[in-house]
T-cell receptor
Framework: AQTVTQSQPEMSVQEAETVTLSCTYD???????LFWYKQPPSRQMILVIR??????QNATENRFSVNFQKAAKSFSLKISDSQLGDTAMYFC????????????FGAGTRLTVKP | NAGVMQNPRHLVRRRGQEARLRCSPM?????VYWYRQLPEEGLKFMVY????????ESGMPKERFSAEFPKEGPSILRIQQVVRGDSAAYFC?????????????FGDGTRLSIL
């Protein structure tokens, strides 16, 4: 079974600064996908960034980037130039590359961006 | 391009009543997943369905909970004889299915409150 661990229940950062959210996972699979989802107070789930395990290059999306360390089974999210609108719960998720596409989520990190 | 539609957005039930949560997947998606998010916790997988089939219900409580995804119409998550502990946000997600490596697309969730 796959497990996803987010060891930081809460984090805060000053506006315009950089913050890194941690995520580790446990799997025996070789092909899989990793995601970061953002859940603002509205409770919608928004896909922030995804990473295919077979790709060496770390994914980036504007101010969001990941540090994917496959051997260490680590998948951290870096948010640069933090904005007030980044305040949200952030969930790390793992998906096996198989027909089920079943996803497993971490418990989440609550990020607060302070003005 | 309608996304995953969940209704109702908010549902209030008294203890002992039945709750029915509906999820219409994105157009072209034949796989549906239900998740439960307890207050301040991460998403927990409940059940995975394809049309007319339950593929994996390992995360769903054995009693009072059931799910279906009929040939026609939305997927239904049914909770019988609700209790206070059933209060949570219930998210539905869909994916295209067998050949897809895309992440699941989430609905906005149904907030269930038990009085």
């Amino acid at each position: 079974a796959q497990t996803v661990t987010q060891s930081q229940p809460e984090m805060s950062v000053q506006e315009a600064e950089t913050v890194t959210l941690s995520c580790t996972y446990d799997t025996s699979e070789n092909n899989y996908y990793l995601f970061w989802y953002k859940q603002p107070p509205s409770r919608q789930m928004i896909l922030v960034i995804r990473q295919e395990a077979y790709k060496q290059q770390n994914a980036t999306e504007n101010r969001f980037s990941v540090n994917f360390q496959k051997a260490a089974k680590s998948f951290s999210l870096k948010i640069s130039d933090s904005q007030l609108g980044d305040t949200a719960m952030y969930f790390c998720a793992f998906m096996k590359h198989d027909i089920n596409n079943d996803m497993r989520f971490g418990a989440g990190t609550r990020l607060t961006v302070k003005p | 391009n309608a996304g995953v539609m969940q209704n109702p957005r908010h549902l209030v039930r008294r203890r002992g009543q039945e709750a029915r949560l509906r999820c219409s997947p994105m157009k072209g998606h034949s796989h549906v997943y239900w998740y439960r998010q307890l207050p301040e916790e991460g998403l927990k997988f409940m059940v995975y369905l394809q049309k007319e089939n339950i593929i994996d219900e390992s995360g769903m409580p054995k009693e009072r909970f059931s799910a279906e995804f009929p040939k026609e119409g939305p997927s239904i998550l049914r909770i019988q004889q609700v209790v206070r502990g059933d209060s949570a946000a219930y998210f539905c997600a869909s994916s295209p299915g067998l050949t897809s490596n895309q992440p699941q697309h989430f609905g906005d969730g149904t907030r269930l409150s038990i009085l």
